[in-house]
């Protein structure tokens, strides 16, 4: 049951460009969609989430879209940083059903300088 | 900032053994949560526990394991029985309850089985 998924396990980009991680779900009944950012040894740290009735909310470098005829949202990093480099879950949760986070499986992501 | 706290950090145990794992979660908030991640795989929910009772729980969380709020502020969860398969990362989160659903969580514990 795999409702919520990252395709790539691992994206690499410069320093200096956009970084942009995609997530793709299943459940139209979620009612937020949440990104994580989590370093070795560390518990995941919220980042950024976006409500199912919004289509973009953007924090500093960050940007979460969400499409949701495609059942599709991503996370945008501009400009990337070294320090950006870390594995990044995208989560869901619905507000209806007990207010658990469903992960996906992550994508580790390497800014090199 | 507000942290969420676990100890310890690293358990080792003996497989039957029975452990407990603590965490401390932020003061004012009122919804707490065990999570897992078995080496490799996805963070797993376990157990949410809201006005002193478990208001969810996924298939994982079987009778083996228990969930405490002893004092107001700490929050236990308890094997009873390890197995291998219980060796994993276990994260304890929380969240007040109020505005959008951004959980805390805290550092982990890494449960090694042998």
């Known amino acids: 049951d795999q409702q919520v998924k990252q395709n790539s396990p691992s994206l690499s980009v410069q320093e200096g460009r956009i970084s942009i991680l995609n997530c793709d779900y299943t459940?139209?009944?979620?009612?937020?969609f949440l990104w994580y950012k989590k370093y070795p040894a560390e518990g995941p740290t919220f980042l950024i989430s976006?409500?199912?009735?919004?289509d973009k909310n953007e924090d500093g470098r960050f940007t979460v879209f969400l499409n949701k005829s495609a059942k599709h949202l991503s996370l945008h990093i501009v400009p990337s940083q070294p320090g950006d480099s870390a594995v990044y879950f995208c989560?869901?949760?619905?507000?209806?059903?007990?207010?658990?986070?469903?992960f996906g499986g992550g994508t580790r992501l390497m800014v090199k300088p | 900032e507000p942290e969420v706290t676990q100890t310890p950090s690293h358990q080792v145990t003996q497989m039957g053994q029975e452990v407990i794992l603590r965490c401390v979660p932020i003061?004012?908030?009122?919804?707490f949560y065990w999570y897992r991640q078995i080496l490799g795989q996805k963070v797993e929910f376990l157990v949410s526990f809201y006005n002193n009772e478990i208001s969810e729980k996924s298939e994982i969380f079987d009778d083996q394991f228990s969930v405490e709020r002893p004092d107001g502020s700490n929050f236990t969860l308890k094997i009873r029985s390890t197995k291998l398969e219980d060796s994993a990362m276990y994260f304890c989160?929380?969240?007040?309850?109020?505005?959008?659903?951004?959980?805390?969580f805290g550092s982990g514990t890494r449960l090694t089985v042998v």
């Open positions: 459940n139209s009944m979620f009612d937020y």
């Open positions: 976006i409500s199912s009735i919004k």
């Open positions: 989160a929380s969240r007040s309850g109020t505005g959008a659903p951004g959980y805390t």
């Open positions: 989560a869901a949760i619905s507000l209806n059903a007990g207010n658990m986070l469903t």
């Open positions: 003061s004012n908030h009122l919804y």
